[in-house]
């Protein structure tokens, strides 16, 4: 039983590392406009939660060990990074970079391989297989904005990115709960243009309650990457408005996005 979304992950990956394979050595200490991480961060984020993911589907048991000493480390610490910056002993650079790119390949293989139903044990609630790589291809997306956004280059996307406005799209009520807000009973109708020039639509069409413009701003939005007000996305109606000044796909406690003019490429 095969499923895009593994491959998706491994190319969305690759462009990253093609960004950074031939950045000189001292970039990689260079600071985002990511809470102050640096690509190394970035990086060394983006190695672990691999790790884990994979780790989920290889052996459980381990899994939950080391997510225990996350929690506890993070505890005390205050903070993922902590635990992050420990685990990679050391590892940075073009080293740490190659590390990345070797693991994320390999592990793009196994889920490609697995059940896309598989159950898989995460830090909040078990997932499938097609979910647990679709969040590390959002979360390879989402992250590797702020290193394009530090490097000064503005990204060309490709139409995997659906995958990331499906998600968007479908944790509209999630949103909603994790701010206590009380659910519509409708969702805005949402109308994207690919990076293709396709056209993704969602939900049933309306004038009143609708969101229409670039996928690749939509997706920046739900993922925080940007602010709404520094999209052309066309916000119609009360429960759209709202809903994109609160919108987030990624899991935990309701996040606020970046202020406005605070994640742009520099």
């Known amino acids: 039983m095969s499923f895009t979304q593994p491959i998706d992950f491994r190319e969305e990956s690759d462009a990253l590392y093609a960004l950074l394979k031939d950045v000189d050595e001292d970039r990689f200490d260079q600071t985002t406009q990511f809470k102050d991480w640096t690509i190394n961060d970035v990086l060394g984020h983006l190695h ?7 780790l989920s589907m290889q052996d459980e048991d381990k899994f939950v060990s080391v997510l225990g000493e996350v929690m506890a480390d993070t505890k005390v610490s205050g903070t993922l990074r902590s635990f992050e910056v420990k685990w990679r002993d050391g590892l940075s650079g073009k080293a740490l970079l190659d590390t990345w ?21 995460w830090a909040g609630p078990d997932m499938s297989a097609r979910s647990s790589i679709t969040a590390r291809l959002m979360e390879t997306w989402a992250h590797g904005q702020e290193v394009y956004d530090a490097l000064g280059v ?44 396709a056209v993704w639509e969602f939900g049933e069409p309306s004038d009143d309650e609708r969101i229409e413009g670039s996928a690749t701003e939509f997706c920046q ?18 429960v759209a408005t709202r809903w994109m000044a609160m919108a987030q796909c990624f899991a ?6 970046p202020p406005p003019g605070s994640r742009k490429t520099q």
Do not use: C
């Open 48 to 54: 672990f939660w691999n790790y884990m993911a994979d």
């Open 154 to 197: 503005v990204r060309a996307d490709a139409d995997r990115i659906k995958n990331i406005a499906v998600l968007g799209v479908n944790t509209f009520k999630f949103n909603h709960m994790i701010n206590k807000i009380d659910v519509p009973e409708t969702a805005p109708y949402v109308r994207l243009t690919a990076p293709s020039g």
């Open 221 to 238: 939005t739900v993922t925080q990457t940007r602010n709404i007000a520094d999209t052309s996305l066309q916000v119609t109606g009360p």
């Open 101 to 121: 790119h070797e693991f994320y390949q390999g592990m793009a293989e196994r889920f490609a391989a697995a059940d896309p139903k598989l159950r898989l044990k």
């Open 252 to 257: 935990g406690a309701a996040t606020p996005p």
